[in-house]
Structure formats: C-alpha cells, structure tokens
C-alpha cells in the first residue's frame, strides 16, 4: 500500500511541475527577460538568419541532378549520390 501512495504522490508532483507553467505563465526567456541585448544574441540571430537563408536557398535551388547518365532512371531525391537503379554516381 505504501508504493501505491509514494507513487501516486510523485505522479501529483510530476503533473504539477509539468503543468505549472501552462496555468501561471512561465518565465520569459532571453531578451526579454532582461531587457538587455547582448553580443550572444546577435551573434545567435545571425547564425539562425544564416541557417534560414542556406534553408531556403536549397529549397528553391534546381536539381542538378534529374535522371541518370547511365541508365536513364528519373532521380527523385535533391541529395542522391547515386542512381537508385543501376548505382552508377551521379553528376
């Protein structure tokens, strides 16, 4: 009986730290927080606009690669190294 009621309470203590943020707010995080812009934020800005920007170049770049030199086969993936069909490598 005494594991039921240890477990049933740390279940009640789990619940309730995962769901306290949701019913009081959580800490605001960052600049926010502090009001205060630092040279790590810039930095972590200009990384994450740098990651968007090779995101979106790959997304909208044409393929290199449509079909096969050897066989033909129509290559499906952007990121194929080698034909699905025949495994010659591709250009």
Same mark, same amino acid.
């Given at each position: 009986?005494?594991?039921l009621?240890?477990?049933?309470?740390?279940?009640?203590?789990?619940l309730g730290?995962?769901?306290?943020?949701?019913f009081?707010?959580?800490?605001p %995080?960052?600049?926010?927080?502090?009001?205060?812009?630092?040279d $790590?934020?810039?930095?972590? $800005?200009?990384?994450d606009?740098?990651?968007?920007? $090779?995101?979106? $170049?790959?997304?909208?770049? %044409?393929?290199?690669?449509?079909r096969?030199?050897?066989?033909?086969?129509?290559?499906?993936a952007?990121?194929a190294r080698?034909?699905?069909t025949?495994?010659?490598r591709l250009?």
């Open positions: 009986m005494i594991p009621v240890i477990g049933a309470a740390l279940a009640v203590v789990a730290y995962v769901l306290y943020p949701i009081f707010g959580g800490r %995080e960052g600049p926010a927080a502090t009001g205060v812009v630092d $790590a934020t810039i930095v972590d $800005a200009t990384v606009e740098e990651i968007e920007a $090779a995101v979106r $170049a790959y997304r909208s770049g %044409e393929q290199k690669n449509d096969c030199a050897a066989c033909g086969t129509p290559v499906v952007r990121d080698y034909c699905s025949c495994g010659n250009a």
